[in-house]
Structures are given as structure tokens and as C-alpha cells.
């Protein structure tokens, strides 16, 4: 889905709670938006925000 934007990291998790509640392999899939200097000051490190949709926020 976002393959051509550098700025965006898609990644999949596998969640051992979830696989072990469905009694079968379950995996969480996120994107993670990068800034603009990520790829260019690779040991800089940058807060987070966590964005959870569903959770009644």
C-alpha cells in the first residue's frame, strides 16, 4: 500500500496473546510515518506517537 513512499514503514507483528486468544497464528500489521531527516540522521532518535483507532479515544 505504501511502497513508494520512503516515509512510510509498514511492518507486521506477530502477537503471541492474540494467536494463543484465537487458537491460531494472528499478526498485527502498522505503519510507521518517518520525518523527513529519518534516513539522512540515522542515530538520531525521535519521540513517538501512538495512534490506536478503536480504543474509544
Request: net charge positive; glycine share 6%; with cysteine.
Amino acid at each position: 500500500m505504501f511502497a513508494d513512499q520512503p516515509q512510510v514503514l509498514q511492518v507486521t507483528l506477530h502477537s503471541s496473546v492474540l494467536s494463543q486468544f484465537w487458537g491460531k497464528p494472528t499478526y498485527i500489521h502498522a505503519a510507521v510515518v518517518l520525518p523527513d531527516s529519518y534516513h539522512k540522521e540515522p542515530r538520531r532518535q525521535y519521540p513517538a506517537i501512538y495512534w490506536i483507532p478503536g480504543c474509544g479515544w
